[in-house]
């Protein structure tokens, strides 16, 4: 038998079958990917091979392969530091949700996420969501970065969760694909999906007044079928997000802008630091490279941690 994991508790895995049917799966023995320290072998959005067993008068399914994954996005175990959770698999594009306030999410979070999207291969799309909720200056803001990211390549939309402010553009860019939503918790993210899709019903909460940050209300990922011909994986809020299995002299190649340029340094193997006649800093001193990018990519390149984490009171750490 086989099919695509739908949601996934840790133990449990929630299949869909090929004829469409759903089915809970569990794995069989100590099921381990080679190559992957992962604390999740299976994921949503994995096709997977099953036998059928009989638990009374239940059907069940026992995962015994995985097929090869098109790619995957993965961050660090919160928990166990050497390992990396995977978020999701066999993706065609990821929407990064973001929100200058209640809470704020920063750009080391949002170039770390764009890194390891680049690493993967897999399309990004920025949304900048509560646009409804700004002042003049905080929308100047948003344009800012969103014109930032489109320079470099990337699509960004400017989007209202609670309003349904250009939710037809997000729809049309989820058309006959599977897509990832992910951001911080509280950026709007099950609000979205409820206004791409009401009845799916998905949990919200409100923020905390206390620390201006969400409450979880996602605890696992899950894919949803939507009406309009897309899939959506929803996934919990993502606190931290590491880069995983990168060398240093790697990094520059997953800032598209960077690489471009990486052709004219002097040196092949240039880190863009300190090195003598480095077109990237040269471009940057000309402001042709953004220096909050610039900043982000160094700090990859040179901090003693390689996992990035926002703490409770919103606080870069």
Known sequence: MRGTVYKSTGSWYTVKEDDGRF?????????RLKGIKSTNPVAVGDIVKFEIELLGDDRIGVISEIEDRKNYIIRKS??????THIIAANLDQVFLIITLNNPKTYTLFIDRFLVTAEAYEIPA???FNKVDSYDDDELTEVKYLAAMYRDIGYRCVGISAKTGKNIDQVKQLMKDKTSMFAGHSGVGKSTLINQLEPHLEIKTAEISE????????TTFAEMHDLSFGARIIDTPGIKGFGIVDMEPAEIGDYFPEFFALKGDCKFNNCLHLDEPKCAVKAALENDEVSWSRYKSYVQMVTGDDDTYRIDNYGEEK
């Open 23 to 31: 089915i809970e799966c569990r794995i069989k023995g100590k099921f």
């Open 78 to 83: 919160v928990n166990l530091s050497k390992q």
């Open 125 to 127: 799309v920025l949304l």
């Open 210 to 217: 206390q620390h201006l940050q969400g409450q979880h209300t």
